[in-house]
Antibody, heavy 117, light 109 residues
């Protein structure tokens, strides 16, 4: 059974840093495209970043230069390092599997990041 | 950036009736279009990809159509569990810059 479990969310001040983790089971992270998608409170969905099976990474313009997606193949875990956080980064962050291109077939339960002073 | 526009924002339909949701892309995305369902407090669920292919386990009452810039999600004979928010998403461009519509809330009439 495919499972994705995100951890690492919480309350952080503007300008701070946070690292989200996504532990995967039931499949191999490094053999898939993996993405982060976020949802601000009461708002729609916004794609954040993707890491391809070959290791190439891409980002939304809104987070480029501040966020870094990575993975640890030995732990079958996906990460999102978030630096220089802004109030507008406040959202539930979902870890998502994309077995091909941008089709998001499995989602984690999400972890809430709140950026506030 | 490809902008996805969904209509209507809210759709009120009675159980047992048919619902039709629309999604328009600001430029052609071919058939690289997916639909997701999201219930309150839950993660989204993939319904349709490739504009018209149902994901694993999705009931046949859900169907998708369209290509290019105009897409439709139809739900025949609405069940109580179908009342939720629905999002379309394009995955056509390269480098990847996946974009979602703003969503349609399907509510009970």
């Amino acid at each position: 059974e495919v499972q994705l479990v995100e951890t690492g969310g919480g309350l952080i001040q503007p300008g701070g840093s946070l690292r989200l983790s996504c532990a995967a089971s039931g499949f191999t992270v490094s053999s898939n495209y993996m993405s982060w998608v976020r949802q601000a409170p009461g708002k729609g969905l916004e794609w954040v970043s993707v890491i391809h099976s070959g290791g190439r990474t891409y980002y939304a313009d809104s987070v480029k230069g501040r966020f870094t997606i990575s993975r640890d193949n030995s732990k079958n875990t996906l990460y999102l390092q978030m630096n220089s956080l802004r109030v507008e980064d406040t959202a539930v962050y979902y870890c998502v599997r994309a077995p091909s291109s941008g089709i998001f077939d499995y989602w984690g339960q999400g972890t809430l990041v709140t950026v506030s002073s | 950036e490809i902008v996805m526009t969904q209509s209507p924002a809210t759709l009120s339909v009675s159980p047992g009736e048919r619902a039709t949701l629309s999604c328009r892309a600001s430029q052609s995305v071919g058939s690289n279009l997916a639909w997701y369902q999201q219930k309150p407090g839950q993660a989204p669920r993939l319904l349709i990809y490739g504009a018209s292919t149902r994901a694993t386990g999705i009931p046949a009452r859900f169907s998708g159509s369209g290509s290019g810039t105009e897409f439709t999600l139809s739900i025949s004979s609405l069940q109580s569990e179908d009342f939720a928010a629905y999002y379309c998403q394009q995955y056509n461009n390269w480098p990847p810059e996946y974009t979602f519509g703003q969503g349609t809330k399907l509510e009970i009439k």
